[in-house]
C-alpha cells in the first residue's frame, strides 16, 4: 500500500517523458482521500485532491497524461476492516451492489471528476439525487426489467464496466 510521493511521481514523470512515454497510470487502491469517509485512506498516507491534480498538472506540463488508476466496488480490505464501511460492505474486499450506502460511497467519488460522469452519460445536471441519474442511465442504455422498471444492478454493473474499461475518460475505476 505505499505510494510514492508528490515528489517521487514528478521525478518519474520527468523520466517517463524523457523516455517518449505519454502516459502514466498511478495505481491508487484506497491510498486516497474522500470526504465523509474518514477511514478511507487511513494509515495509507493517501493522496489529497490537491496533491492529484498537483501531480496532473506537473505531469501535463511535461507532455504526460496522468491517470488515476482507483477502486470501487472492489481490492477495499483495507478500508472495508473499519466500522464506518458496515454499512454497504459485501465481502472483506468489496462493496454490495444494489445497497444505497455503496451508491452514496460511489457518488462520493464521482464528486470528484464530474466532467467525466457528464460526458460518458450526459447528465448535465449533477445536483440531481444518485437515484435520478442512476434513471437517467437506465433510460439511455435500456437497462428496463418487465414493466418498465429500471435494472438498478445491470447498471450499476455496467457503469463500473465502464471504469474498469476506460471507456469514461481519464479515471480506471477497478
Known amino acids: 500500500s505505499a505510494m510514492p510521493t508528490v515528489d517521487a511521481c514528478k521525478e518519474y514523470i520527468v523520466n517517463l517523458a524523457a523516455m517518449g512515454m505519454n502516459m502514466l497510470m498511478l495505481y491508487c487502491e484506497s491510498n486516497y482521500e474522500i470526504e465523509n469517509y ?4 487511513y494509515m495509507q498516507n493517501p493522496y489529497t485532491t490537491k496533491e492529484f491534480n498537483e501531480i496532473d498538472a506537473f505531469a501535463e506540463s511535461m507532455g504526460v497524461e ?7 466496488y472492489g481490492h477495499l480490505a483495507g478500508y472495508l476492516s473499519w466500522p464506518e464501511a458496515e454499512p454497504f460492505k459485501n465481502s472483506y474486499w468489496s462493496l454490495m451492489t444494489g445497497n444505497e450506502k455503496a451508491y452514496e460511497f460511489i457518488e462520493e467519488m464521482s464528486i ?14 449533477l445536483t440531481i439525487p444518485t437515484l435520478e441519474k442512476f434513471n437517467a442511465i437506465c433510460k439511455k442504455r435500456g437497462f428496463l426489467l418487465k414493466g ?16 474498469r474499461k476506460g471507456r469514461i475518460g481519464k479515471i480506471i475505476l477497478d
Open 38 to 41: 474518514r477511514y478511507f485512506g
Open 112 to 125: 470528484k471528476y464530474p466532467d467525466l460522469i457528464k460526458e460518458k452519460y450526459g447528465i448535465q445536471d
Open 66 to 72: 496522468m491517470i488515476p488508476c482507483i477502486q470501487t
Open 148 to 163: 418498465n422498471e429500471f435494472d438498478y444492478d445491470r447498471c450499476a454493473t455496467a457503469i463500473i464496466d465502464d471504469f
